[in-house]
């Protein structure tokens, strides 16, 4: 490619690496690009706008260090806020997709104008397989019908799902010659199959001799190197100020060690994770920056904070050989040397640490992770901590991957790494609610806050009602005050408390963003989901010599037997049908008994199953396709079983004659909320 010309005006090198590759993608591929932009537009500035907004926005993204989106994608969503105002004549060749829904468009766009694969322009769209060959025969069968070609046509419907198939060439080869015999003996779906053809050949055509006026890319550059331009000069005068400002931050530095505000000012400035900035600034703890080196990896402690809730450390690993980011497993390759002597060992109640997201502390080097690490809670006022790492997990943040950590296989960075931190337990406020509710027709008991430093922890409480059904989980979602919300935390939310009372009381506890340095006097609890067990029996009846797939009825919902095993242990694989109103989540099994020993009972598992989470609109989401915590009140259906039957006390086979449904799991999403006093 072409050296951008950038007139007198010198272009930075950082703009140059990171425009260089996109450029050069789009130049690559403009004529494809302007193939899809042609589906929304036909107007020259808005053809180039369109190329100037979308190499912009991968721009950006780039510079954030965010995980992009493809050029593709941001191209498509450019082209489609254009076509609000931009639609063309009835003499253009690509006026027949205006004709089309905004779905079926994209689709057909992206695969016969832009030339993606399926299953790729599957992924741009961020839609099933499935659904998206369902939009291309659609659009296909609609321009077939605004071109003239045969629109009265239709063949077999059985076999209209696989003609895009045939046509593109991607049918397994069993279809295929099953598909052949077929057309070749039906006259109506041959005649479908050929307008189909013609349609999509007049389409490859349409793009093939579309190309990018050879201005449009020119002018696309010029503005680039303009707006680089006035980027530099913008910096240029930053720095001019941040130069003034650095004789008055001299003189607040002096005034913060006479009027004793310098730790709060300096934390604020020097301290980028902002939970050690607030300890750091109310003095609740002190940097402690311990080091200490092994084969070639530096490992730092960079402050402790130690109260009833958790010991909270903060750290850093930097990897002086190479650019793997390595992070503490408290449960592998972390020893406290001395835990009996400062450590409460009873506490049944512990914090797992999350991986921490280094975009959010600012931290963009490749060989260095910033993290905490939970301990338990102190037993003494006043101590040591002897920490030896054996080990560090290597984090693996590539998104392709599907894994956060380890990539499928773990791998550690293996040496030896001695602490001796010095801590002081800070205290804590304990709050006692005694307020009582009902959830889900079920009582609830909140019975206390306890607000430290590094946490705020809810004690609750709820009944078993085992006749008719009971809470199996409960989740909260905040805690807020006026114009102020906390968190709960989703990976230490739920914690048993470790005991139940006479009366039925299960008590638990979760955890929150910590109140600590608010200390709001009224605030409002609010309620995130209870996951329920519902008692409904239910008998399936088993034959192993009836024909399969046989049905049965759970709930209004049709569950399938499809194959039975016999053996030891015997097999049975289910399948759930899945509409979007379905009552349950998953089922219980609880025993079966055989033709031959009617009253013996026998023990069941479930080996396997396959299952669709879904969202409040009932959206369903396949595994890998989805970011969780973007999706609102997910439900988790499970959708195929394998039951396996045992014959306790021998290898004889099982011939089941019944399977018994106990009951079933649900989640409910709650409205609820409670405002409480914290005396």
Not at 6 to 18: C, D, H, K, L, Q
Not at 29 to 47: C, D, I, P, T
Not at 270 to 287: V, W
Request: charge should be negative; charged fraction near 30%.
């Amino acid at each position: 490619m072409a050296k951008l010309e950038t007139g007198t005006v010198p272009v930075s090198r950082t703009y140059e690496r990171e425009l260089e590759s996109i450029i050069a993608r789009f130049e690559e591929e403009k004529h494809s690009f302007y193939a899809l932009g042609r589906v929304y537009s036909k107007h020259h500035q808005e053809m180039e706008d369109l190329f100037f907004r979308s190499i912009i926005r991968l721009e950006d993204e780039a510079r954030k260090r965010k995980n992009a989106h493809s050029g593709t994608r941001i191209f498509l969503e450019e082209c489609q806020e254009e076509s609000v105002h931009s639609l063309g004549s009835d003499d253009d060749p690509f006026h027949p997709f205006h004709h089309l829904e905004s779905a079926e468009k994209e689709a057909v766009a992206l695969v016969y104008m832009k030339g993606c694969d399926q299953d790729v322009a599957a992924r741009i769209l961020d839609i099933p397989i499935d659904e998206m060959q369902s939009r291309l025969f659609r659009g296909i069968r609609k321009l077939r019908e605004t071109m003239g070609n045969a629109p009265e046509l239709e063949g077999c419907h059985e076999y209209q799902k696989h003609y895009l198939a045939y046509l593109g060439r991607t049918m397994d080869r069993p279809e295929k010659v099953d598909f052949e015999i077929h057309i070749y003996h039906c006259t109506d779906c041959q005649e479908d199959l050929a307008s189909f053809q013609e349609v999509t050949l007049a389409l490859a055509k349409l793009a093939e001799e579309t190309h990018l006026p050879p201005d449009v890319m020119e002018k696309v550059r010029k503005r680039l190197d303009q707006r680089e331009a006035e980027r530099q000069k913008r910096r240029k005068k930053r720095k001019s100020i941040l130069l003034s400002f650095a004789g008055v931050f001299v003189l607040l530095i002096v005034a913060g060690f006479v009027t004793g505000g310098f730790a709060s000012l300096y934390y604020s400035y020097t301290e980028e994770d902002e939970q050690l900035r607030a300890i750091l600034q109310h003095n609740l703890g002190e940097r402690l920056n311990l080091e200490a080196e092994s084969d070639g990896v530096k490992v730092t402690i960079k402050s402790v904070v130690a109260d009833d809730v958790q010991t909270l450390v903060f750290y850093e690993v930097e990897d002086l050989k190479g650019e793997n980011r390595y992070l503490m497993n408290p449960y592998e390759g972390v020893i406290i040397e001395n835990e009996y002597d400062v450590m409460k060992r009873d506490e049944q109640s512990s914090f797992y640490s999350p991986p921490r997201d280094q975009e959010n502390l600012h931290n963009d080097k490749k060989n260095v992770y910033r993290g905490t690490i939970s301990l338990q809670p102190v037993s003494v006022d006043e101590g040591t901590i002897k920490l030896q790492i054996v080990r560090l997990m290597q984090l693996n943040e590539d998104p392709s991957s599907g894994e956060l950590i380890g990539g499928g296989e773990m791998r550690f960075a293996e040496g030896g790494w001695s602490f001796e931190i010095p801590f002081e337990k800070k205290p804590s406020r304990v709050h006692k609610l005694d307020k009582k509710m009902e959830v889900a027709g079920i009582p609830v008991r909140l019975d206390q806050m306890m607000i430290a430093p590094t946490a705020t922890v809810l004690e609750y409480s709820f009944q078993e009602q085992e006749k008719e059904g009971r809470i199996d989980m409960m989740t909260f979602e905040s805690i807020e005050s006026k114009d102020k919300k906390w968190k709960a935390d989703q990976f230490g939310g739920m914690m048993f408390g470790g005991y139940s009372d006479n009366e039925g009381w299960n008590s638990f506890k979760t955890a929150f963003d910590t109140l600590y340095f608010d200390d709001p006097k009224i605030v409002t609890i609010r309620f995130g989901s209870a996951h329920l067990f519902v008692k409904d029996q239910k008998v399936i009846e088993l034959d192993v010599n009836k024909e399969l797939p046989d049905t049965t009825e759970y709930l209004g919902n049709t569950i399938t037997i499809d194959d039975i095993k016999i053996g030891s242990p015997t097999q049975v694989t289910l399948t759930h049908d899945l509409p979007k109103d379905r009552e349950y989540e998953n089922v219980n099994y609880i025993y079966y008994r055989t033709a031959e020993e009617e009253e013996d009972y026998y023990s069941i598992g479930v080996s396997g199953g396959d299952g669709i989470l879904m969202d409040k609109e009932g959206q369903m989401y396949e595994p890998g396709s989805y970011e969780y915590e973007k999706i609102e009140e997910p439900r988790y259906f499970e959708t195929k079983q394998t039951i396996d039957f045992y014959n306790d006390g021998t290898n004889d086979d099982v011939i089941p004659t019944e399977l018994v449904i106990d009951g079933y799991s649900t989640t409910q999403y709650l409205d609820d909320w409670v405002k409480v006093k914290l005396d």
